[in-house]
C-alpha cells in the first residue's frame, strides 16, 4: 500500500510537470521557452530518483543515481535562466559560456560516475518505499556541489535584490519564486545530509514549485494595484457609475455620481430611481443642464442569482448637440435654407402623416430652364441669388397654405403642396427678374412638373419621379411653363427603359443592322460612295428609328460601343462589295464626340482596316464640326491622326452651328458636308447667293470636296450644282436602303 501511494503521488507529479511544460512551451516567447526546458529536466530528474527505487539492479540504480543528479544540474541551470529573464536581468555573454562548460564538464564527471567513481562512491539506503543508492562524495562531488549551491545563491541573491528595488504591489511575484528555491534547498540537504530521512520532499517540492512559477508569471495580478487602479479609473472618468447590491444597498460610486445627485440619493437604489422618474433599463435623462444616456443593467452570477445593479450615466451632451448639427446639414440646404433632398423627402412623410386634407396634395418639381446658361454669363454669384430668391418665395407661400419644400438638385426645388395651390405657385416662379447693379435685369424663366398623389399607400418618393419625368417632358417645350404627369409618360419612359435594358442583348444578337444612302455625283449623275447609318430591328418592337434610341446611348455612353459596331460593318461591306466586284466605292461613318473623347479613334480605325484588309480611303470619316467644342485641340488630333493614316475626313453637318467659317480655319479635313438647310430657297437671295458662294469657293480653295446633303427636289439639285457642290445625297436621289436595295440601286447608277 505504501508503495503504491509513493508511485501514485510521483505519477501525478509527473503529469503535472508534463501538463506545465507543455503549456510553456506553448507561449512561444522565451521566458516561456527557458521556463518550458527548467520543467522538462525537473521531469526528467524526477523520473531517475523513481527508477533509482523502481529497478533492483545496483548498476542499474548507480546509472539511475548519476542522471538524478545531470538533471538537477541543468534544471538548476534552467531555473536560473529562466529567473535572469522573468526578474529583467542582463547577464554578460562570457560569463554565460563559463557557466555552461563548467556544467558540460560536471555532467561528464558525474554521468561517469558509475564507471570509474571518481566523483562518489555509493551507499545503500533502505526505506520503506524499497532500497535507494545515493552518493557517497569523494572529492570530485564537491565540485558538483559547489556548482549547484552557487546557482542557488546566486539566484536567492538576484531575487533579494529585486524585492527591493522593485514596487510593492509585484513583490508578492519575487516572495513566491524566493519561496520556491528555499524550501527546495532545505529539503534537498536535510535528505542528502541527515539518514533519518527516507524521502526526498524536495523532488515532490519540484512539482509545486513549477505550478507556482507558471503562475507567478502568466496568472500573477497584483490585487492590490488593481483595486487602486480600479478606484482612479472609476474617478477619473467622465461617466458617473454607481453599484448597489441585491438589496438595493449603496456599494459604491465615483465621485461625478456623487458629484450629479449627492449622498443621500444614492444610499438607496429606489431613491436614485425615483429622482429619475424612470424604471427605464436605457434612456436619456436632462440632469442639471446636461444631457445623459442612463445604462441600468442587473448583475449575475454563474448560477444566475441575482447579486447587484449597475447604473452608468454618460454624458452625451456634445453628441447630442453635433447629431443635431449634422442632422441639420444632413436635411438643410445651406445656401436657401430650404430643406435638401433628403430633408424634403423624410419631412413630407411626417407632413403627410400629420395633415390629412380632402382636395389631396400634389408633388411638383419646379426647374430653371437653362441654369447654367445662367451661371455661365452672370456668374455663379447670380445663380445663387436665382436659388435664394426661389426659396424665399416658397417660404412665403409656406405662411399660406401647409406645404413642403426643398432643393432637390441644381436648379430644381420640390414642393408637397395641396393640388389646388398649384396655380399659385407657377404663376410666382414661371417669370420673374433678378436685378443687379447698373440696372441689369437677369430674367428667369422656371417650369414646372407635377403629379397628384392619388393613392396614399405610395411613397412620395415614387410621386417625385413621377412629377421628375413631367418636369423633363415640360422643359421640351419652350412654350409649356407646367405638365402634370400622364400614363403617356410613363408608357415613354417605360419603353426607354426596355430600350436600355436591351441594347447589350441585342448588340450580342445583332439586332442593330446598318442601312446605306447613295452619294451621287453632281457633274455625271453616277453613284460615287454612300453613308452608313444604323438602324435597330427589336425583336419585340420592331424596327426603332436612330432618333429614338441615339439620344439614349449618347447620354449612358453606350454609343461608343454601338459605333464601332456600325464601323466594322460598314468595312465588312465595303470588302465584300468589292470582293464580288459590284461596289468598289468608299462608305461613310459617324464619329461622335464621345467617341473622340473616349478613345483613340485613329488607331480604332487602322485596326478595324486591318481585319478586313481594305484600303484606309475606302472607309470614310463623318465628325460634325460642333464635336468637342470645349476641347478643340483633341478634335484637331485626332482628324489629324486620321489623315496621316489615309483615312478621309469629312466635316458633317456643316452650316447648321455658328462657327462654320471658324472650323474652315482651324480643322483639317478633306471632305465638308454641306446643309441642304443652309440654302433651302428656291431662289435665292442675293445676300444668299454670295455668302453662300463665298464659303464653297473657300472649300474649294482649300483643295477639298463637297457633299451636298438633304437634297429632296430638282430646285434643291439646281441649288447645289450652282454653287459647284461636288456630291449630292438626299431622297431626291434615295432614302437610306438595305445592302441588298444598294447593289441594285448601284448596278443601275454606275
Not at 292 to 320: C, K, L, P
Not at 464 to 487: F, G, H, P, R, S
Not at 544 to 566: A, Q, T
Request: with cysteine; charged share 20%.
Amino acid at each position: 500500500m505504501v508503495n503504491f501511494l509513493f508511485y501514485l503521488v510521483f505519477l501525478i507529479e509527473s503529469g503535472v510537470l508534463i501538463v506545465f511544460a507543455i503549456k510553456s512551451f506553448s507561449k512561444k516567447n522565451k521566458i516561456g521557452f527557458r521556463l518550458g526546458c527548467s520543467i522538462t529536466a525537473t521531469f526528467f530528474m524526477l523520473l531517475a530518483y523513481v527508477f533509482n527505487y523502481c529497478f533492483s539492479s545496483p548498476k542499474a540504480k548507480e546509472i539511475f543515481c548519476s542522471l538524478e543528479h545531470v538533471f538537477i544540474d541543468w534544471a538548476l541551470f534552467a531555473i536560473a535562466s529562466f529567473l535572469i529573464l522573468a526578474l529583467d536581468y542582463r547577464i554578460n555573454k562570457t560569463v554565460e559560456i563559463l557557466y555552461l562548460s563548467v556544467e558540460l564538464i560536471d555532467t561528464a564527471v558525474i554521468i561517469t560516475n558509475p564507471v570509474n567513481h571518481f566523483a562518489a562512491d555509493i551507499t545503500y539506503k533502505n526505506t520503506p518505499f524499497g532500497s535507494y543508492i545515493m552518493m557517497s562524495p569523494q572529492p570530485l562531488y564537491y565540485v558538483h556541489f559547489t556548482i549547484c549551491i552557487f546557482a542557488i545563491v546566486n539566484m536567492l541573491v538576484f531575487l533579494l535584490i529585486k524585492i527591493v528595488k522593485s514596487s510593492k504591489y509585484y513583490r508578492f511575484r519575487y516572495y513566491c519564486y524566493l519561496f520556491v528555491i528555499l524550501i527546495s534547498m532545505i529539503l534537498n540537504l536535510s535528505f542528502t545530509f541527515n539518514s533519518n530521512f527516507y524521502f526526498d520532499f524536495s523532488r515532490l517540492f519540484y512539482g509545486i514549485g513549477a505550478v507556482m512559477f507558471y503562475i507567478c508569471i502568466y496568472s500573477f495580478k497584483p490585487a492590490s494595484l488593481l483595486h487602486k487602479m480600479q478606484v482612479y479609473i472609476s474617478n477619473s472618468i467622465s461617466d458617473a457609475m454607481v453599484i448597489y447590491d441585491k438589496d438595493g444597498n449603496l456599494i459604491s460610486s465615483n465621485a461625478k455620481a456623487k458629484e450629479l445627485f449627492g449622498k443621500e440619493v444614492l444610499q438607496k437604489k429606489e431613491a436614485l430611481k425615483e429622482s429619475l422618474g424612470t424604471k427605464e433599463s436605457c434612456n436619456k435623462k436632462e440632469i442639471n443642464g446636461r444631457v445623459y444616456e442612463i445604462q441600468y443593467e442587473d448583475v449575475n452570477d454563474s448560477r444566475g442569482f441575482f447579486v447587484a445593479s449597475t447604473f452608468v450615466f454618460h454624458d452625451i451632451t456634445e453628441a447630442e448637440m453635433q447629431f443635431e448639427r449634422e442632422k441639420k446639414i444632413a436635411d438643410y440646404d445651406s445656401l436657401t435654407g430650404c430643406f435638401n433632398r433628403n430633408g424634403f423627402f423624410s419631412k413630407a412623410k411626417e407632413h403627410l402623416e400629420e395633415h390629412k386634407i380632402e382636395s389631396g396634395y400634389a408633388v411638383m418639381i419646379s426647374g430653371i430652364r437653362n441654369f447654367k446658361g445662367i451661371n455661365g454669363l452672370y456668374g455663379t454669384r447670380v445663380g445663387d441669388m436665382v436659388l435664394k430668391h426661389i426659396g424665399d418665395t416658397l417660404h412665403d407661400f409656406h405662411h399660406e397654405f401647409p406645404m413642403v419644400y426643398g432643393r432637390s438638385a441644381e436648379g430644381k426645388f420640390s414642393s408637397l403642396i395641396p393640388f389646388e395651390y398649384v396655380d399659385s405657385i407657377v404663376n410666382a416662379l414661371s417669370n420673374f427678374e433678378i436685378k443687379l447693379d447698373g440696372d441689369v435685369v437677369v430674367p428667369v424663366e422656371m417650369c414646372h412638373g407635377f403629379a397628384v398623389m392619388t393613392d396614399d399607400t405610395r411613397d412620395i418618393v415614387e410621386y417625385y419621379e413621377l412629377a421628375l419625368l413631367a418636369l423633363a417632358n415640360c422643359k421640351k417645350k419652350a412654350d409649356t411653363v407646367i405638365l402634370e404627369y400622364t400614363q403617356d409618360m410613363a408608357k415613354a419612359q417605360k419603353r426607354k427603359q426596355l430600350l436600355l435594358s436591351q441594347m447589350n442583348y441585342s448588340l450580342e444578337k445583332e439586332d442593330f443592322f446598318i442601312v446605306l444612302q447613295p452619294q451621287i455625283d453632281l457633274r455625271n449623275g453616277k453613284i460615287s460612295g454612300a453613308e452608313a447609318l444604323v438602324r435597330w430591328k427589336h425583336p419585340a418592337l420592331g424596327t426603332i428609328p436612330p432618333g429614338e434610341f441615339i439620344e439614349l446611348f449618347e447620354k449612358n455612353g453606350f454609343i461608343s460601343r454601338l459605333d464601332r459596331y456600325v464601323w466594322c460593318k460598314a468595312a465588312e461591306t465595303i470588302a465584300e462589295l468589292s470582293k464580288s466586284g459590284v461596289y468598289n466605292g468608299s462608305i461613310s461613318v459617324n464619329v461622335s464626340q464621345i467617341d473622340i473623347m473616349n478613345m483613340d479613334v485613329a488607331k480604332e480605325f487602322e485596326r478595324i482596316v486591318e481585319k478586313y484588309n481594305i484600303p484606309n480611303e475606302k472607309l470614310h470619316v463623318e465628325i460634325t464640326e460642333s464635336a468637342c467644342v470645349n476641347n478643340h485641340n483633341v478634335l484637331i488630333n485626332t482628324m489629324n491622326n486620321l489623315r496621316k493614316k489615309g483615312f478621309v475626313v469629312e466635316i458633317d453637318d456643316f452650316g447648321s452651328g455658328y462657327s462654320s467659317l471658324n472650323a474652315l480655319m482651324k480643322l483639317p479635313f478633306d471632305i465638308v458636308k454641306l446643309d441642304m438647310g443652309f440654302m433651302r430657297e428656291s431662289i435665292p437671295s442675293e445676300k444668299t447667293e454670295v455668302v453662300i458662294g463665298a464659303v464653297c469657293n473657300m472649300i474649294h480653295n482649300l483643295n477639298a470636296g463637297i457633299i451636298v446633303e438633304g437634297i429632296e427636289t430638282k430646285e434643291n439639285e439646281e441649288s447645289a450644282n450652282a454653287f459647284h457642290g461636288d456630291v449630292g445625297q438626299g431622297y431626291l436621289y434615295s432614302k437610306p436602303i438595305s445592302i441588298e436595295e444598294f447593289i441594285e440601286f448601284v448596278k443601275g447608277n454606275s
